[in-house]
């Protein structure tokens, strides 16, 4: 097999033929579906006469094929492994194919497939081409008519997209549904599904007066558990229009849950398909985040319905363009419909620890790469959240006015069409009037920009001099990279008053919170009238998707924790403290020094827990310590064992020096009414069971009972799984043996929360997990067929169990590539995703480094998926 070639950016042409419709029949049968298509083609405008029509198509066995009617001649068209080539074809014309493909062989998810006996499609992005001959590629936009043909008993539901306009019983126990989709769409987009489901329906009227029917299909046990989705879906729905003008624009939307899904969901026209993780929810079988995830998730593949389907990609290196921006409007509608702080602190953390690892690794590229060689590996944390971050950047630069009127522009000018980032960038250059040229670079540079920062107090001038010196370091393929337009926000904290301080910069009165632009390499920022001695709190509200070094003190932190006007800039002082502490330890173990707890964290945090506050979300985000990974993110060299030590350490000190604060934050929130997923609730619930794992840090007596209280009271999710978490972590098997057993033994039946079960028993820190882990890879409920299993199984302790999986004889690392060898013929979309960890190699010390690299090379000797190949060779490049 020859190696996988790259598609460039750069080579990007209209397509010689487009589709204007398309006509489908899917007849199905697990080992023999029949697609019948008609495709009605012209000559694009911008390409020669003449040029021969090539398809996409995959693993097809073509059975039939007829130009304008007329049976095409074996000479007459050519087939590979790519595609369909008709050598001639007129300038307009239809082309009729038949093909048969075997949904049930399909383990790779995409294309057409089954789950749990029922039929789904997957098709972004290249996954249409699984199903039929056809340009597979985004500006190719047609309206489609679907007709499918199923067993009326093993599939009585046959949905498509758009709106049902036929249906009828055929011979042989066999019926047809058509559904006609009258927004012209890229075959990405396309969706089925046939099978024996049932529905909740509900409806939702616009602005402008439409009643849409709201339909959510799931498997009939799963009835009770689509409450939570469907009011999140309304709520969305309202958001859109009220916050972005945008009404949806058919009279159905449905929501379809499979179990085997290999992303969140897919936002197929009309007929959304999930993940049942993204969308299932009931308070015994869920936890808070889990309902956070639904309710961000269901808005994010709605609000797709405008960006990313009506207006849609011209090609996939723009697609940020879709996800980039609708994970911007999904985080903004989280934050209007919860704790907008809290929010903006979870996003930023995850985003610090894992967008930054992949912007320093190997597979670093741009929001706006130039050349992939398989698609399906660029949906990643930079083209999703970093592309997020650069359209909040563009936000916060125009203004909200402007980024409205820009949307607006961009919605109205380009609807029906296939675009690109600049045709997005430029809606909001002309609705503010802004030069966005040097903006631009944040699509095309990869690599997380670091800023380092310092400043003078000069007394006698009551002048601060800001002094940002900006550098993006080498990423593979781009060795240079030039100055970002960096919006930085700060504030100036007066250590004597304890408050944000009036900002005058240049003559310009700004207010107490100012944006400065940085620009240049490095830049001086001369603030005037600056009445007493500041400490300048930067960057607030993670204004810029970048790393900011300022040497602060101890004390600065500890007083930027108490003071700050900013709140997001108020947790990120703990964090830094907390850093500086962890730092010291993380030295002293390497160092074989004894551990000293430093007493300025112990006293913040006896701040935080003793001052008034309303804001208890916040609070527990405050007392949570960097996690292991992001505290990796920060070492040059990433020692495992010493990060670990170090923070075990820190959190045993905190809670034997705190104790009963702990214990009574504790018992001040706990809750009595019944469960739901409201802002307050919740908040409660994260702020206990903080203080809970406190307690059981240091294994205190009283703690154990109130994790195993809250353990047996069973009262929902969030607080049966985090006290089992707990107990599972201990050192003592009497603890966690019976209540894992106690609650495998409740869930057996619900494989969503077995995946939970899975997850819990792999973080152990206890030695012995890695047996544990080949154990549960022989439980009767594990598949490595089922992705939701993959990634809670072999993805939660590859990436998240830090000490056991970089265990120095490399058994950690030899499961996971035994596992990759796998997946790479099972899924190699899920092997691909599944190898991130071993890719990080270079930042570990060099007997771990070469037991990894040993590792990807015993992957690279096997015959790869493109996925997999591309991931290994840029690993070990
Ligand atoms: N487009 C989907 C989303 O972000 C993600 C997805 C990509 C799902 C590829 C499946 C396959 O909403
Ligand atoms: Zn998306």
Redesign the pocket.
């Known amino acids: 097999m020859s190696d996988p070639q790259a598609t460039h950016l750069s080579d990007y042409r209209p397509p010689a033929y487009r589709v204007t419709r398309t006509e489908l029949t899917f007849d199905l049968d697990p080992a023999a579906t029949r697609v019948k298509a008609r495709l009605h083609l012209e000559r694009h405008p911008e390409r020669d006469a003449g040029l021969p029509l090539t398809l996409h198509g995959e693993q097809l066995s073509l059975k039939a094929i007829a130009l304008d009617g007329e049976p095409l001649e074996a000479d007459e068209y050519e087939i590979d492994a790519a595609g369909l080539t008709v050598h001639r074809v007129p300038e307009r014309f239809h082309l009729d194919t038949e093909v048969e493909i075997a949904p049930e062989a399909n383990t790779a998810l995409e294309g057409l497939y089954q789950s749990n006996g029922m039929y789904c499609t997957?098709c972004?992005?290249e996954g249409f081409r699984r199903i039929t001959y056809y340009p597979d590629r985004p500006d190719v936009m047609a309206t489609f008519s679907t007709t499918v043909i199923g067993d009326a008993e093993r599939e009585p539901v046959l949905l498509s997209n758009g709106n049902p306009v036929e249906r009828g019983a055929l011979p042989n126990g066999r019926h047809f549904v058509t559904w006609e989709d009258p927004h012209p769409k890229p075959s990405y987009l396309f969706a089925l599904v046939a099978g024996d489901l049932e529905k909740v329906e509900d409806s939702f009227t616009t602005m402008s007066g439409r009643e849409v029917t709201l339909q959510i299909w799931v498997e009939e046990e799963n009835l009770g558990k689509t409450e939570h989705a469907m009011a999140s879906l309304k709520r969305a729905m309202a958001w859109d229009e009220q916050a972005y003008g945008r009404e949806y624009d058919l009279d159905l939307f449905m929501i379809v849950a499979v179990n085997d899904f290999?992303?969140?969901?897919?936002?197929n026209k009309g007929l959304n398909i999930f993940n049942s993780a993204a969308v299932l929810t009931h308070p015994h079988t869920a936890t808070d985040a889990a309902f956070q995830r639904v309710e961000s998730i269901v808005a994010?593949?709605y609000f797709?319905n405008w960006s990313g389907n009506r207006v849609t990609c011209r090609d996939w290196f723009q697609l940020s363009l879709k996800?980039g921006f609708t994970v911007f409007r999904d985080q903004c509608f989280s934050a209007d419909t919860n704790s907008p702080a809290v929010k903006r602190i979870e996003d930023v953390s995850f985003f610090r620890t894992a967008q930054f690892a992949e912007d320093d690794g190997p597979t670093a590229h741009p929001v706006r790469p130039d050349h992939y060689i398989e698609i399906g590996n660029f949906?990643t944390l930079t083209i999703y959240e970093k592309g997020a971050e650069v359209v909040r950047m563009l936000a916060n630069l125009v203004g909200e006015a402007a980024f409205r009127a820009g949307s607006d522009r961009y919605f109205e000018r380009f609807d029906g069409q296939a675009v690109t980032i600049e045709d997005f960038v430029g809606c909001m250059a002309e609705a503010s009037g802004l030069d966005l040229t040097q903006f631009m670079r944040w699509y095309d540079q990869a690599g997380t920009p670091e800023i380092d920062a310092h400043g003078e107090y000069d007394y006698a001038n009551a002048e601060y001099r800001l002094i940002l010196r900006q550098r993006t370091p080498a990423t593979p393929g781009q060795p240079d990279k030039q100055p970002l337009h960096i919006p930085v926000r700060l504030g100036l904290v007066g250590t004597k008053s304890g408050r944000d301080l009036p900002l005058t910069l240049e003559g310009e009165t700004l207010g107490s919170d100012a944006v400065i632009h940085l620009r240049e390499a490095e830049q001086e920022f001369l603030f005037t009238d600056v009445s007493e001695a500041p400490v300048p709190s930067l960057l607030r509200g993670f204004s810029a998707p970048v790393k900011l070094r300022f040497p602060y003190g101890r004390e600065d932190l500890a007083f930027l924790l108490a003071h700050d006007g900013d709140g997001f800039n108020r947790w990120d002082a703990g964090q830094r403290l907390a850093m500086l502490a962890l730092d010291d330890l993380i030295a002293a173990h390497r160092n074989g020094v004894e551990k000293v707890m430093d007493t300025r964290v112990i006293e913040a945090f006896r701040g935080l827990l003793t001052a008034e506050t309303d804001d208890r979300a916040v609070l527990a985000e405050m007392l949570t310590l960097p996690s292991e990974a992001y505290i990796a993110e920060q070492q040059p060299l990433v020692d495992v064992d010493a990060i670990h030590a170090a923070r075990t350490f820190v959190k045993q000190g905190l809670a034997t020096a705190l104790r009963d604060d702990f214990l009574r934050v504790y018992r001040e929130n706990r809750l009595d009414e019944p469960y739901a997923p409201t802002p307050a609730q919740i908040a409660r619930r994260s702020l206990k069971n903080v203080a809970l794992s406190y307690l059981m840090a240091i294994e205190d007596e009283e703690g154990i009972e109130l994790a195993r209280q809250q353990f047996e009271a069973d009262h929902n999710m969030t607080d049966v799984r985090h006290a089992l978490t707990l107990l599972t972590h201990s050192s003592r098997d009497e603890l966690s043996e019976p209540a894992l057993r106690a609650f495998g033994e409740k869930w057996a039946h619900d494989t969503l929360v077995m995946d939970q079960w899975f997850a819990i028993q792999v973080t152990r820190p206890q030695p012995d997990v890695l047996d544990r882990v080949k154990f549960l890879m022989a439980h009767p409920a594990f598949s490595l067929k089922n992705p939701n299993k993959v990634r809670a199984l072999i993805g939660t302790f590859a990436g998240q169990n830090r000490v056991n999986f970089h265990r120095l004889d490399g058994e950690g690392y030899r499961l996971l590539a035994d596992v990759v060898i796998e997946l790479n013929r099972l899924n190699p979309e899920i092997a691909a995703r599944l190898i991130t960890p071993l890719t990080r190699w270079a930042r570990f010390d060099e007997q771990r480094q070469a037991l990894m690299k040993a590792e990807l090379e015993r992957i690279r000797a096997e015959e790869l998926s493109p996925n997999v190949y591309e991931v290994v060779e840029k690993a070990l490049a």
């Not at 290999?262 to 936002?267: L, P, Q, R, T, V």
């Open positions: 997957q972004e992005a290999n992303m969140g969901a897919m936002e994010h593949e797709h996800e949906y």
